[in-house]
């Protein structure tokens, strides 16, 4: 059904009465950077209840790797070198022999259950399965036809699946290290793993969700407006998941029923297309970042939007024309902290603004010298890591908006990023053709 929010949410917007957050006192800072720096066994029955409709392992090569700083890097970016482990397999000349320079790391995921491994897919249409304490590959992904986007574990950690822009979707054993599922879909948007069963879940450039039991291959879709499905959330009761349109909308998709639930469209939407969407811990908000440099703020329970927050620099924009986009920034990620009710936006300006969702005012703005790529809040802190378009890895104590320290190495953008579970490493892969192993020393811990 379609959701019936008033059309003129805004950052005032009065919060769920719902939601119990403590006040806080309102502060607003901004600080300018110097120049550089349900039951898993319960929810596995329930999607064994769902209606589904029918729809080599190559030797390793260990000098993929490197411990200490290399020497002689090239690029635009060259300085210190704060890393464990490089990861270089994706510009191995024996792999890639075509473009063996110009191989961009697109993604990575870690290993939920240990922590241990990672995945990494690149511009090469390889992805590696790999160890961080060394950089030792354990194996390689093969078969993809077109560079490979998405990468990611199960939850637990016993499957690894991939996937490549032309929309083949590979998935994994890692124990046996054999390839056990595969599926052509459309071109491919984002792909995400159930939290707690072996169910993969993908949006593609046709506007369709798809939902795949792996490894027997059922299949259900979820069909969305005539364009693409641009990001894609399970939320936290396994349940449900939220998906962005190209056009601007927002649904929220039952999985076991297969009907929408919430459809925000039109003003309730967004003017632009959507760029990513986040989930707090419990599931009851979304949170929404779009092209229109707009993040709103949705109930997961009701549909309705109860907050909208634009950047402190940008004025309130036209509307935009369907597929039009605006030239000066977007949102590029988003998030919720786990500890306070406060919630993180990066921009493509470089501005991380940090909302206070009691009372939905800005509290900090912290400025990048480049865009801001992904963002991650760390478990049971007020803590948010940024990547960013200059190679850097920042982290900010959302409580005092003050940079807290930075890690560097890349020598071109970083793309995307990982945390591990007790935040002692942060893995990073980039253009530069390299993925890598930051160790995580805070004095504030």
């Not at 066994?41 to 999607?47: K, N, T």
């Not at 590696?128 to 354990?138: H, I, P, T």
Request: aromatic share 6%; glycine share 10%; proline share 4%.
């Amino acid at each position: 059904m379609e959701s019936e929010s008033e059309s003129g949410a805004t950052a005032d917007t009065p919060p769920l009465e719902t939601l119990s957050f403590h006040g806080d006192e309102e502060i607003i800072e901004v600080v300018e950077l110097d120049p550089g720096p349900p039951d898993p066994d319960d929810l596995a029955q329930e999607m064994e209840d769902v209606d589904f409709e029918e729809e080599e392992e190559e030797d390793g090569n260990e000098e993929g790797w490197v411990l200490e700083p290399q020497e002689g890097v090239v690029g635009s970016m060259e300085g210190p070198d704060d890393s464990e482990v490089t990861f270089a397999l994706h510009s191995d000349p024996r792999l890639v022999a075509s473009h063996a320079e110009n191989s961009s790391v697109f993604c990575v995921s870690l290993d939920p259950k240990t922590n241990t491994l990672a995945v990494t897919g690149g511009e090469d249409d390889k992805a590696f399965v790999w160890r961080l304490s060394d950089g030792e590959l354990l194996f390689e992904c093969a078969g993809h036809k077109d560079s490979v986007t998405c990468a990611a574990f199960s939850h637990d950690s016993t499957l690894v699946a991939t996937g490549d822009m032309s929309g083949l979707l590979k998935v994994w054993q890692v124990d046996t290290k054999e390839e056990v599922w595969s599926f052509e879909a459309g071109d491919l948007e984002w792909m995400e793993w159930h939290s707690r069963a072996p169910v993969l879940l993908a949006g593609t450039a046709d506007g369709n969700t798809w939902m795949w039991k792996v490894p027997n291959g059922d299949c259900k879709t979820f069909q969305g407006p005539n364009c693409p499905a641009t990001c894609g959330r399970v939320l936290p009761d396994g349940k449900r998941a939220v998906v962005g349109y190209e056009d601007g909308t927002i649904r929220v998709w039952d999985l076991k029923q297969g009907n929408s639930i919430h459809v925000l469209k039109g003003t309730e939407g967004h003017q632009g297309p959507l760029t990513c969407v986040a989930t707090n811990q419990d599931g009851s908000l979304i949170l929404t970042g779009s092209v229109d440099c707009q993040a709103k703020l949705v109930s997961a329970t009701t549909g309705k939007v109860v907050g909208v927050f634009r950047p402190e620099t940008v004025a309130s924009q036209p509307n935009l024309g369907e597929g039009e986009e605006s030239e000066s920034n977007s949102v590029e990620s988003l998030g919720f902290c786990s500890v306070m009710p406060l919630a993180a936006v990066g921009y493509l300006d470089g501005t991380l603004a940090i909302y206070d969702l009691s009372t939905q005012t800005l509290r900090h703005q912290c400025q990048h010298q480049s865009g801001i790529v992904q963002l991650l809040w760390e478990a049971g802190t007020a803590v948010v890591y940024t990547c960013s378009l200059d190679g850097i890895v920042r982290l900010w104590d959302a409580r005092t908006g003050r940079l807290l320290t930075d890690y560097r190495g890349h020598t071109a953008e970083i793309l995307d990023f990982a945390l591990s579970k007790d935040a002692s490493l942060v893995v990073t892969t980039s253009g530069d053709h390299k993925a890598k192993v930051f160790c995580v020393q805070r004095p504030d811990r």
